[in-house]
């Protein structure tokens, strides 16, 4: 796709945004030809985020390829596409992240392959994305693709959805032609269960509703895209109010236990002599010193002393800061345990049920020996069933025994220990987990907890060991 | 250390908060899951970045894991002064390999065009092995070229070292797969997701000192390859280059023989901070003899075993 720019209009200086601005995380979706990498090189473009020498670069490459002609037009995917191969065969195989700043806030960009066999690279590219934007070409509709990505989205439960309507200029920007696909597009979001769904119409060649909203679309009443990502909120970033309604979880990476080989000034190092703190990223919610904890495994309870910093305490931590906890009493804690606000963990079990989006080229078969990553603890696993298959087509789950690369699956799982398994939709963090070769360390599948199985102890929650101290 | 900036009413972190967590929370991913990870550290401002992360780490202890340098023998000497100094401050070990012996043994021979980047692969490799290393750091960040922007945070590589641009693990959420195969290793990369701005704002917070060459000060220069050269043993003006006293800085660091100066009066920090924001070419760009061969010159020195 050519996308025609004046280079005179390129800005000498680049946006900056503030330092205490916050970060957000999108990724571009749809299918092959949709405009992808157009869209890209206008955001990029119109933002000011493309330097000279790329640009040089990019029109010096583009035009000994023949590329917009006399009009000296310039291929944008070529800003993205940064591998050989894919240069060689014009296709994205692979994730490319992109960094831009407007004024309001930074921007971590996952430009994402939109052919059916590099779809595991857009799993990649939407976990942790704060938001999906989804091209259409507003010519063809809706494709199998798209429905295959957004069905990715809602697996995965991505924060925002945009859905751009492109090539709108195609459509001699005609609202009822427009107003058809943008009914069609709902309809599959509606039966994925997406709920915040906006639809844009958009020409990332033109630049019609991209970063400035187009007097061609009287018709569109919404912001531009640049305007919405500029306001969305981000994942992590959603304020105190709802953080306090989030239970706190803190997976243990490491316990920092220096035993006197310290980097504290000499006539403190005695202080620090017994120092014992648990290291980790907070998961979710917030926790303040003198707060109880409950931590699995074991189902101790203990009360928060100090949160440090490196050096610096903190009266209080929340999501997503990496931090190192201490506790009054000396619990039996190691990597992979989890310190929970006390009363938040459900109950332990064995067993669960889950949707698997199949990364491998080898099918999943029942009663596969896999390994699981929970948060920072790998487990022995075994998928005891799969129970059924999304259809692309009709967005139902059909039966399945099995399943291959790029499919989207239910299966149960049956789990070598105890484990506090939450539901993805309750709690992000907890609720995903990696499935993991357990010969060649591959990784198959991403996962989500549907529902927990037959608790095999009560959680702290529901009394049962609760008040035990150790 | 200083505390960082964060807003307890809002619960809200700056972008350089977040960036910091994340590079927090890979690096004792990292330590924890592998048996023998090695931090590259050549004094340059993004392996002094992630030293930095390392050291908030591990916080009160000292940074369990080695450095290794690997030295072409064409670095600016007040980079490897800057190096020695640093590393004996964090009180961690570093092992160096040499280029140069390489060299005199014969196992590498000095390229035509005598720059040795390309050159430092293969000690890299012999390192990697000789140390038994299963994890190496680097402070390679995703906006410094194209093929940087494919890599993954953990970057599995074979046993030649290679990365398979085309084969690449999934990545997902902050879940890390660190598993690998006999003969295999990890390259793992804490500030993929930071920019030269990001990296610059964050030394600037954390007042991290940096050699000397990354601010403005005079220096003898010629112009070749659209680029400020500085006159060294390994890097003399040819007979047809006009030498002069010009006020530079070093956007990168890294070879003498391959890497360029900038005209810059910036000469603080806050100075550079505000001049990053404002450059409109890159940084590699404007200063990289190396990255200039080719269209992929970056992914070819990586398929190969480069960082």
Known sequence: MTLIIDTQDLATEAAVATPEGTLFRFATAGSVDDGKSTLVGRLLHDSKAILADQLEAVTRTSTERGFGGESGGIDFALLTDGLRAEREQGITIDVAYRYFATPARSFILADCPGHVQYTRNMVTGATTADAVIMLID????????????????????????????????????????????????????????????????????????????????????????????????????????????????????????????????????????????????????????????????????????????????????????????????????????????????????????????????????????????????VLQALVSEVTGRLDLTTLGVEPATSLTVNDIGQASIRLSRDLPVEPYTQNRRSGAFLVIHPQDGATLAAGIVTAPGEPTRAGDGSGAGSEVSP | MRAPPMNFATHRLSELDVLESEAIHIIREVVAEFERPVLLFSGGKDSVVVLHLAAKAFWPGKIPIELLHVDTGHNFPEVLEFRDKTVAAHGVRLVVAQVQDYIDDGRLAERADGTRNPLQTLPLLDAIAAGRHDAVFGGARRDEDKARAKERILSLRDEFGQWDPRNQRPELWNLYNGRHTVGQHVRAFPISNWTELNVWRYIERENIELPPLYYAHEREVYRRDNMWRAISPVSPARADET?????????????????????????????VVREVGVSTITERGATRADDRISEAAMEDRKKEGYF
Not at chain 1, 148 to 173: E, F, M
Not at chain 1, 231 to 252: C, H, M, N
Not at chain 1, 281 to 295: E, R, Y
Not at chain 1, 326 to 348: E, K, N
């Open chain 1, 138 to 377: 507003a010519r063809k509709g809706v494709l199998e693709q798209t429905r295959r990505h957004l069905s990715v989205v809602a697996l995965l439960r991505v924060p925002h959805v945009i859905i751009a309507v492109n090539k709108i200029d195609l459509l001699d920007y005609n609202e009822a032609a427009y107003r058809e696909v943008e009914a069609s597009v709902r309809l599959v979001t509606a039966e994925l269960g997406i709920a915040d769904v906006l639809v844009i119409p958009v020409s990332a060649l033109v630049g019609d509703n991209v970063v400035d909203r187009s007097e061609r679309t009287p018709w569109y009443a919404g912001p531009s895209l640049l305007e919405l990502l500029e306001t969305l909120t981000v994942i992590d970033d959603r304020g105190a109010a709802s953080q306090a309604a989030e239970a706190f979880r803190l997976p243990v990476q490491l316990v920092l236990r220096p035993q006197g080989a310290v980097v504290v000034a000499p006539e403190l190092a005695d202080s620090y002599r017994d120092y014992r703190s648990y290291a980790g990223q907070v998961a979710s919610g917030s926790i303040k010193v003198g707060d109880t904890v409950s931590v699995e495994p074991g189902g101790g309870t203990s009360t928060v002393t100090g949160i440090d910093f490196a050096g610096v305490q903190l009266a209080e931590a929340f999501a997503p800061q990496s931090i190192a906890l201490r506790l009054a009493d000396d619990l039996d804690i190691a990597r992979g345990a989890v310190i929970a606000a006390r009363g938040t963990l459900p109950p332990v079990t064995r067993t669960l049920t889950a949707d698997l989006f199949w990364l491998d080229p080898r099918p999943l078969a029942p009663g596969a020996r896999v390994l699981v990553k929970f948060g920072t603890t």
């Open chain 2, 243 to 271: 030498v002069e006293l010009r006020t530079v800085r070093y956007r990168t660091v890294g070879d003498m023989s391959c890497t360029g100066a900038v005209d810059s009066n910036a000469a603080s920090v806050a100075d």
